[in-house]
């Protein structure tokens, strides 16, 4: 292996941050539109549920970016792909904001997803190449703290700019973030992988890496782990504002503070994970959160079905929270490791695992108590299950890919 704990990094705080602001672009740019979704249907003419569609579609270009950008970028390099990405994020949200309709607005949302994944994917593939030992897991955690912060910060701050300016300003300014992480990528971020690292085979091969890698059974079954409690998590999001306020009656504001709550919960399982990771095994680690989270996602189903409180269903939501907030990092590193002479094939399929199941069981969750703790512990039940079949008790083994 060629990497050390810090391979040509003079000062890795200021990587990390970067790469964590990559990886933090596309939670922003999912959540900041939100709170104009009314405007954007009567300015555009079109029904909730078109207006919606509007951030499925950006999230399945994220998934359709990382599985095409991550299995090149072992053959080109990152920064011939991450420079790129970043500008043409810039300019496609530039053009989500002067788009007159909504069909032009869904294609516009897709490509920029797909322009997104770039930042996503690639973050994790160099932060795999500069680092390794025990120094990966904690730059992990910390950059699944700054992705972490984006769903609370982004409704927010999404707001505030709705209210200033319109749902347009919005686009306008994830433009100028794009534009500012491209420039800070082009000073600040060398490429990590050179060519005596690069795969040697034409492009279109490097895509059979993918099937390699899932191929492994460990490599599989982590990243199952790690989709299944995305999944739950995005049951979570979709529903508990349903949950907290027509169930237990509070207001929008209320449930904001229990939401930012939930997920300073989940920091702190971050922070957890990298102060822990240093001493205990990441596999243990991993075991130990998905346990909290199964534990308690199964005292919110019984509490559900008996007579659900708000202290009760908020307390059982945290628990679950922290289990979940912890397998984020647990697994990113795991399956970097496994990967890591193909890192961004590895980024590839862990990112698009967990996003492609947040989409899809997004809607799933209900408004109701008994509904979303019933399926969040099914899908964190099948995590638990994908770990096993992982086989965490064994020793992490990185795979040599050609």
Do not use: H
């Amino acid at each position: 292996m060629t990497g050390t704990d810090a391979v040509g990094v003079r000062r890795p705080i200021v990587l990390i941050g970067i790469l964590s602001s990559l990886t933090a672009v596309a939670p922003f740019a999912i959540d900041m539109n939100v709170p104009g979704f009314p405007e954007l249907g009567r300015e555009l003419g079109a029904k909730s549920s078109v207006v919606q569609l509007s951030m499925s579609v950006f999230l399945f270009g994220l998934v359709v970016g990382q599985l095409v950008i991550g299995p090149i970028s072992d053959r080109l390099g990152r920064r011939r792909l991450l420079i790129p990405g970043t500008a043409l994020f810039a300019v496609l949200s530039a053009v989500c904001a002067l788009v007159p309709s909504m069909p032009l607005l869904l294609a516009g949302r897709f490509l920029q997803g797909c322009a997104g994944a770039a930042g996503t994917v690639l973050a994790r593939a160099i932060l795999t190449d500069r680092f390794a030992g025990p120094r990966l897991p904690f730059y992990f955690s910390i950059q699944s703290m700054i992705l972490g912060v984006a769903p609370v910060l982004g409704p927010m701050l999404g707001g505030l700019i709705v209210t200033a300016g319109g749902w347009r300003a919005v686009f306008w300014v994830l433009a100028v973030l794009g534009v500012a992480l491209c420039t800070v990528v082009l000073l600040q971020v060398p490429e990590s992988l050179p060519p005596e690292r690069r795969a040697t085979t034409g492009i279109a091969s490097t895509f059979t890496t993918m099937g390699s890698l899932l191929r492994g059974r460990p490599f599989a079954g982590y990243v199952l782990t790690l989709a299944f409690a995305a999944g739950a998590m995005f049951m979570y999001i979709g529903s508990s504002t349903f949950v907290f306020q027509d169930t237990f009656g509070l207001s929008a504001a209320q449930y904001g503070l229990v939401f930012a709550s939930n997920a300073g919960v989940m920091l702190i399982a971050n922070i957890a994970f990298g102060i822990t990771s240093r001493r205990v095994p990441t596999p243990r680690l991993l075991a130990g959160y998905i346990g909290i989270a199964v534990l308690g996602a199964l005292a919110l189903a019984i509490q559900a079905t008996t007579a659900p409180t708000l202290a009760g269903t908020w307390i059982c939501l945290a628990v679950v929270l922290f289990g979940i907030g912890g397998t984020f990092p647990s697994v990113s590193t795991i399956a970097q490791t496994i990967g890591r002479s193909r890192a961004g094939a590895a980024a590839a399929l862990s990112g698009t695992g967990s996003y492609l199941f947040g989409a899809l069981t997004s809607p799933l969750g209900g408004g109701t108590v008994g509904t979303m703790s019933v399926l969040m512990l099914a899908a964190l039940v099948l995590a638990a299950v994908a770990l096993l079949f992982a086989r965490p008790w064994r020793p992490i083994v990185e795979r040599t890919l050609a």
